[in-house]
């Protein structure tokens, strides 16, 4: 039984919530007694400050609780959406293909990420990629521009790649998101920035515990022409009649236009699911461990209470032994 | 105290390596860019690259030697995927140029749509959509992916609502100032009427 307590003390996670600084001296491996001198030399131990730390942590367990219910209610809401908006890429990338080491002179890259916090590491992978991204496709004669919606991402890229920012975009999921939303921002995105290759950094979402990183192409329509001048993957455009419009270039920048609209929607929705996803697991191990910290503070209260009851008993008993005899 | 270690080692999660995690779209090809994965372990090869829209797509059969007896559509719009790879026997779209029918065998081709009735054939039922402009891509092995913004079936639609539209965008257009005001209520105008003739024929 003595064993059984001691190994339970001796297992350490690493809490979210960083407790104080483990004092090695003493029994509790968490907090230390408060000790102090009492008006006639009796030693008061206060267990004040054990029962504060164990509010403040119940409190702690009962929000981040509340913000996992919350973020999954989100979840169901967002994921059938974003399931139902995986066929609209389908068709372009059966058509055009996929080229994501095509060398081209301007590359754009939009990071997407979420605007709050607490949701895991999604948005420092988003961010990793596209500064991947953004070194993979640097050379002479070459530029990469960032568009960023999101404000994680905002924080974490304006330290470093302020100069290289063309556009920032924040506060996506105020409105519920639709087609028509993302749709006028491509439309922001593609009149303001020049790009010849536009490279979508996202999480695409797998399952509840999986966010895989995704990094979808948009070439532009000269790009694809190129291309399929060259032959190679996109060689069999050319095979390919276009009706209607007037030239064939206008068709395929219609094309490009709808084309990164629909990757887009696309891509937001599979951000929001993966961001509700990581909140949810992020809360979820916080809440647990905040019940663990809760339970061995639990332990160090009744010892602490049980200490002090056993002191004063003593000193009572000592005290009335010493009158007696 | 023996049993309590056995029950505290069996209650331990084992995190499993998931081979098929739960989701919708199992990444049947995995051909993802070669070059790609290549180059950027040379950059960067602290971390892993990422995934391209490649790898979680169903690879699309080739061009057969024969012309086929279906038509295999693809019919999405944003929020949901009305026809997912069915075999129907003719499809006939509204493109720009007019209503265009595609048969199994059809010639590549891609072509832009205009608000109009999309039917789909398949034996003898039929079921007719009006959708709000897309694209259509015809591919040599009898696939056609037809991408809209919006699909209604012609049931849901409100003639009276129909020609108030009508009537409301001929006179914004009388009222246009700017080119942009004259374009979008042009719009409108094409929409409804398209939406009338519909209704109607």
């Given at each position: 039984m003595a064993m059984a307590a001691l190994r339970r003390e001796g297992r350490r996670f690493a809490p979210l919530i960083s407790p104080r600084?483990?004092?090695?001296?003493?029994?509790?491996?968490i907090v230390p007694t408060h000790e102090y001198e009492g008006p006639i030399g009796v030693r008061y131990i206060s267990t004040q400050v054990v029962r504060n730390r164990m509010k403040s942590v119940k409190n702690i367990q009962k929000i981040t609780k509340a913000m996992k219910m919350v973020a999954a209610s989100k979840l169901r809401a967002v994921q059938t959406k974003a399931e139902n908006s995986r066929g609209l890429w389908q068709p372009f990338t059966a058509l055009l293909g996929d080229l994501p080491s095509v060398d081209v002179k301007k590359n754009v890259v939009v990071t997407i990420s979420s605007d709050k916090g607490l949701c895991g590491g999604i948005n420092s992978t988003s961010v990793k990629i596209s500064k991947g991204i953004y070194k993979l496709n640097s050379g002479p004669e070459k530029e990469t521009k960032y568009v960023i919606l999101g404000e994680k991402a905002k924080a974490q890229l304006i330290r470093d790649s302020k100069k290289d920012i063309e556009l920032i975009i924040t506060e996506?999921?105020?409105?519920p998101l639709s087609y028509t939303q993302v749709s006028v921002l491509a439309d922001e995105i593609l009149k303001n920035v020049e790009y010849d290759a536009l490279r979508i950094v996202f999480n695409k979402f797998h399952s509840v515990v999986s966010f895989v990183p995704t990094v979808s192409t948009v070439l532009s329509p000269e790009i694809v022409e190129r291309e399929s001048e060259s032959?190679?993957?996109?060689?069999?455009?050319?095979?390919y009649e276009v009706e209607g419009g007037e030239t064939k270039g206008e068709i395929l920048q219609n094309l490009a236009e709808f084309q990164f609209s629909c990757v887009m929607f696309n891509a937001v929705l599979e951000n929001a699911c993966s961001e509700q996803g990581a909140r949810m697991s992020a809360m979820d191990s916080s809440s647990r461990n905040a019940g663990d910290m809760l339970d061995r503070l639990t332990l160090t209260y009744n010892r602490t209470r049980q200490a002090s009851i056993t002191t004063e008993l003593i000193e009572i008993i000592s005290g009335a032994s010493a009158l007696e005899g | 105290m023996l049993r309590r270690a056995s029950m505290l080692l069996a209650c331990r999660p084992i995190l499993a390596a998931?081979?098929?995690?739960?989701?919708?779209?199992?990444?049947?090809?995995?051909?993802?860019?070669a070059t790609f994965t290549e180059a950027w372990t040379k950059v960067i090869p602290n971390m892993d690259p990422p995934k391209t829209p490649l790898s979680f797509m169903q690879p699309r059969p080739p061009t057969p030697s024969s012309i086929p007896s279906k038509l295999t559509v693809n019919f999405v719009l944003p929020y949901a995927?009305?026809?997912?790879?069915k075999e129907v026997d003719m499809v006939i779209v509204p493109a720009t140029t007019g209503q265009m029918g595609v048969l199994p065998?059809?010639?590549?081709t891609i072509a832009e749509l205009k608000p109009g009735v999309l039917s789909v054939h398949e034996g003898s039922e039929m079921t007719k959509y009006f959708i709000s402009s897309g694209f259509v891509f015809i591919h040599a092995n009898s696939f056609a992916d037809i991408i809209a913004v919006e699909a209604v079936p012609l049931d849901r639609l409100d003639v009276n609502l129909v020609q108030k539209g009508l009537a409301e965008f001929t006179s914004k257009l009388s009222s246009a100032t700017t080119d942009l005001e004259k374009a979008e209520a042009q719009i409108g105008i094409d929409v409804h009427s398209a939406l009338n003739s519909a209704l109607t024929g």
């Open positions: 600084p483990i004092s090695a001296v003493r029994s509790s491996p996506l999921q105020k409105n032959g190679g993957k996109l060689g069999e455009l050319d095979s | 998931r081979a098929r995690p739960f989701s919708t779209d199992l990444p049947a090809a995995p051909s993802a860019d995927s009305e026809l997912a790879t065998g059809h010639v590549a």
